[in-house]
């Protein structure tokens, strides 16, 4: 019997040809792949996940930011040269920041470079003036005196639109919406919100004065506007605070013959307004801070997403001595300290400051101390602080400098000078 079973045993298996791989090996090379995959995928709903909770309780992450945001590391598997990142063409009408990279604007286009100096967005325009502003990795380029404008992310243009009025000035909410100052018809000028979608949700008309600064809240429920208006002669400034749910300004400030040129939404509903002899934080109808400015003059002011405001005064009116303050969302002063030198910028962001003067660039902490120094071209036109990293926008380029301990000259620009030297050898 035991003959029979074995006889039977190699029959069952006859004609299977015997293999010479080890069991599973073929599941374990799928598994190497999958595994992998799955953990990537594992990875990316769990950042969706955190991302969209974030938005749910701060209200500052969108859908596009979302986007620019995984577009950017597929974009970041090809980087760019690097800084210097030298400008093809004239010196662009300005550069800023947009999130942690720069928005350029030129003549006939804009376009956003990375950390690498990559493009990763690049976008014509046909504005006769193109201004813009930005606001939480977003911004609005319109034509100053024209009638279109374009919201833009860091990746894409998000959408374009043409009014049947005349822009004067536009800013950008965090929650994405559209705040424009436009010539009136009826009026002398008028407000008119838009949210993200593009819907209006507040139009207003100012009957004898020009709106020259807009500004919503982070929640997209409130306005302010800077107006100049002339009477007898003389001319006036007010700040107008709006609630959406009413059809007229539930406050207003009268500044006098003071020139209110910015205002802006820095805690909630509380707004700052500032000029050349006006810097006041207001919260409410009753609630207005003046910081003393009779005896100085605000010279340049820089606000970060984070709301910390930087202020350069001049002393007595002079071009050569400033004060360096820093305020906090609140408006309560940081610190304050003397800067022996004409100011042509101020920056700030993660806690650092970068000033920029006619031939120094200097990098203090929020308590105010120096923390490093750099000597940079003469032709330095504004600086942009990016935590360690402190960037500076000249007539042909934007440069980078550390903004720690002393800089040396960036490597690409000191290999440039070499090769002058020795192509006059």
């Given at each position: ?140 380029i319109f034509d100053a005196g024209g009638d279109s404008y374009k919201v833009v992310s860091k990746t894409k243009v998000l ?267």
């Open positions: 019997m035991k003959e029979e079973n074995k006889k039977t045993s190699v029959s069952g298996n006859k004609g299977k040809k015997k293999s010479n791989k080890r069991p599973g090996k073929k599941n374990a090379s799928v598994s190497a792949i999958i595994t992998p995959l799955a953990k990537i995928i594992l990875i990316v709903a769990v950042i969706l996940i955190l991302l969209f909770i974030a938005a749910d309780r701060f209200g500052n992450i969108s859908f596009s930011s979302v986007g620019d945001y995984f577009g950017g590391l597929v974009s970041g598997m090809e980087n760019g040269g690097g800084y210097p990142y030298y400008f093809e063409s004239n010196t662009p009408e300005n550069v800023m920041k947009i999130g942690n990279d720069f928005l350029v604007v030129e003549k006939d286009k804009v376009f956003v470079l990375d950390s690498t100096a990559k493009k990763i967005l690049e976008s014509e325009h046909a504005y006769a003036v193109p201004l813009a502003q930005s606001k939480n990795s977003r911004a609005v959408y374009e639109k043409k009014l049947d009025s005349r822009i004067i000035t536009a800013s950008l909410g965090k929650d994405g919406s559209v705040a424009l100052g436009v010539r009136g018809t009826s009026a002398m000028s008028r407000l008119l919100v838009f949210n993200k979608n593009q819907k209006t949700v507040f139009d207003w008309q100012c009957a004898k004065e020009n709106i020259i600064s807009t500004a919503v809240s982070d929640n997209g429920k409130y306005a302010a506007v800077s107006i100049v208006g002339a009477e007898n002669g003389e001319l006036y400034s007010k700040v107008l605070f709006f609630d959406f749910d009413y059809s007229e300004p539930l406050y207003e400030y009268d500044f006098g013959e003071k020139i209110v040129s910015r205002v802006s939404f820095v805690n909630g509903g509380k707004i700052m307004a500032s000029g050349e002899k006006v810097l006041s934080f207001i919260k409410g109808e009753k609630n207005k801070d003046d910081i003393d400015l009779s005896l100085n003059t605000l010279s340049r002011i820089y606000t970060n997403d984070d709301n910390t405001t930087i202020v350069a005064l001049s002393k007595y009116g002079s071009s050569s001595v400033k004060i360096l303050k820093g305020y906090s969302k609140n408006g309560k002063e940081l610190f304050s300290t003397e800067i022996n030198s004409n100011v042509r910028s101020v920056s700030c962001s993660g806690g650092y400051i970068s000033v920029l003067t006619d031939r120094q660039l200097l990098c203090y902490n929020k308590r105010g101390k120096n923390v490093g120094s750099s000597d940079v071209p003469n032709d330095g036109i504004s600086c942009f602080n990016s935590g360690s990293s402190t960037y500076v926008f000249t007539t042909g380029a934007l440069e980078k400098y550390k903004s720690f301990g002393n800089n040396e000259k960036p490597k690409s620009t000191e290999k440039t000078q070499t090769e002058k030297t020795k192509a006059e050898k």
